[in-house]
């Protein structure tokens, strides 16, 4: 009995039109960054399972996928681990490799490893898979493709500037507006919990507070009493979430909350650097977030996170932030980054659901040749080379099927034109060039026919 066939759930197949409009959303990107000065790296779909454990934080550890050992390794299976419910000293006997969970971590890897081939500041972006062991939902995949720009070796608020800039240029070429590019930082985060209370407390306030708007401030407050803070604290925080009117305006409200704590201070002082870089440049919907915490646990400083238009129901469609120190984990210290992320996944069903893809881009070719028998073909070929190498894209019909399904295949290829060259042509020595779409036909010379009216 045949299999029936199937993908594994939260993978996708694409189909030649959506790979068209991914690599139009991908090319946009990547003209971007290369205008900025980022240089193009790959790595390897798997890294080393001790690369990537313990820098997501729990979560990520839990969602990440494992590659099975294989081959005599497989023996070494720790399986008194697994009778005794140790689940994670047993995966780890019987695996070494994980695929990766973002590109930010093997990039802290890849700077440490190649740190004398390199020069610093160094610029780089990366358009890759990525793959997390998620329930499958809208907008949320198992497998997914991250477009990221990061610079390593230096900190400086016309960094964190450009990357407001980057995110806003690429949405403005996409003809994407309404999208809003969040910032927060994280020593106000670091601040804050010391107001709150002890600072060590930092991970179960922000946890809390990433759930805003999900559950409201009611809701963070009962968590947060739930994690332990009290009274106090919580009618400290109320005028917080309260906060309004302009980024400066916000700012300069807590700056007046929070005068006696010098690390949220120093936050809000960076986020005003950064702001008069960005300024002259009028970024379109540029917020403060108070909530905005992001999940991983490697930021130290300026965070970005962009909700799309409020007319799609989607999560964040681009993220990132400043991530100090880093490539210590692999040895090499003092190498502070910043780095921003666009989902390549959900970017697309956001342009798909505002219609906001070009027509042309259903244009796999731009001639299709019909086929009236292979001698008429023959005589075709070396026209059809050159009109390929001045940049037309030709389909010959490869058999004499009837003309009737051949002009079918014609309409759903979305092909512009369509070339008749039968015998009346051969003997007349012309083409008949059809306009698929006003019907229209001419007769043209072939050996004068100028390929540029088929592109007009």
């Known amino acids: 009995m045949a299999q029936k066939p199937s993908i594994p759930k939260g993978t996708r197949d694409f189909l030649p039109a959506d790979v068209a409009r991914r690599s139009y959303v991908i090319n946009t990107i990547r003209t971007h960054f290369e205008r900025y000065g980022f240089l193009p790296i790959e790595t390897p779909s798997m890294e080393k399972s001790v690369s990537l454990m313990g820098k997501y934080g729990e979560e990520g550890d839990r969602l990440m996928f494992h590659v099975l050992n294989s081959g005599e390794k497989i023996k070494k299976a720790d399986v008194a681990a697994l009778s005794e419910s140790k689940?994670?000293?047993?995966?780890?006997?019987?695996?070494?490799?994980?695929?990766?969970?973002?590109?930010?971590?093997?990039?802290?890897?890849?700077?440490?490893q190649h740190q004398h081939e390199l020069s610093f500041p160094f610029k780089r972006y990366q358009v890759?898979?990525?793959?997390?062991?998620?329930?499958?939902?809208?907008?949320?995949?198992?497998?997914f493709t991250q477009c990221d720009a990061d610079v390593v070796g230096a900190v400086s608020p016309v960094l964190e500037a450009e990357c407001i800039q980057l995110f806003d240029s690429v949405f403005h070429s996409l003809h994407l507006k309404g999208a809003t590019i969040r910032i927060n930082h994280r020593n106000i985060l670091s601040g804050i919990a010391t107001y709150l209370g002890p600072p060590d407390r930092i991970l179960d306030f922000t946890v809390a507070l990433d759930k805003l708007d999900k559950i409201g401030a009611a809701g963070v407050f009962d968590e947060l009493k739930q994690r332990g803070f009290g009274e106090d604290a919580l009618t400290k925080l109320t005028p917080l979430l309260?906060?309004?009117g302009s980024i400066v305006d916000q700012l300069d409200i807590l700056e007046s909350l929070l005068k006696d704590q010098p690390m949220a201070i120093e936050g809000i002082a960076h986020l005003r650097d950064v702001l008069r870089f960005v300024s002259p440049l009028h970024v379109s919907n540029l917020a403060f977030d108070l909530t905005l915490a992001r999940g991983l646990n490697y930021y130290t400083g300026i965070i970005f996170?962009?909700?799309?238009?409020?007319?799609?129901?989607?999560?964040?469609?681009g993220a990132g932030g400043r991530y100090d120190d880093?490539?210590?984990?692999f040895g090499l210290k003092e190498m502070h980054g910043l780095g921003i992320s666009f989902g390549l996944d959900r970017l697309c069903m956001v342009l798909e659901e505002l219609d906001l893809y070009p027509s042309t881009l259903q244009q796999a070719v731009d001639v299709i040749v019909l086929h009236f028998g292979d001698a008429y073909v023959q005589d075709l070929i070396p026209h059809i080379a050159k009109w390929r190498n001045s940049g037309l894209r030709v389909l010959?019909?490869?058999?004499?099927?009837?003309?009737?399904?051949?002009?079918?295949?014609?309409?759903?290829?979305?092909a512009p034109w369509a070339l008749f060259y039968g015998e009346e042509e051969q003997k007349e020595g012309i083409l008949t060039v059809k306009n698929m779409g006003t019907g229209e036909t001419d007769k043209i010379n072939l050996d004068v026919f100028d390929t540029s009216i088929l592109t007009t």
């Open 87 to 112: 689940l994670g000293r047993f995966t780890q006997s019987i695996s070494e490799k994980a695929l990766r969970y973002d590109l930010t971590v093997p990039f802290a890897r890849f700077v440490a």
């Open 128 to 143: 890759q898979s990525v793959w997390r062991a998620d329930r499958p939902q809208r907008g949320r995949f198992q497998e």
């Open 242 to 244: 309260e906060l309004s």
């Open 305 to 317: 996170e962009v909700a799309p238009p409020k007319t799609v129901d989607l999560g964040s469609i």
């Open 326 to 329: 880093l490539t210590a984990l």
């Open 396 to 414: 010959v019909y490869p058999t004499s099927h009837k003309l009737k399904k051949q002009m079918q295949f014609a309409n759903q290829s979305n």
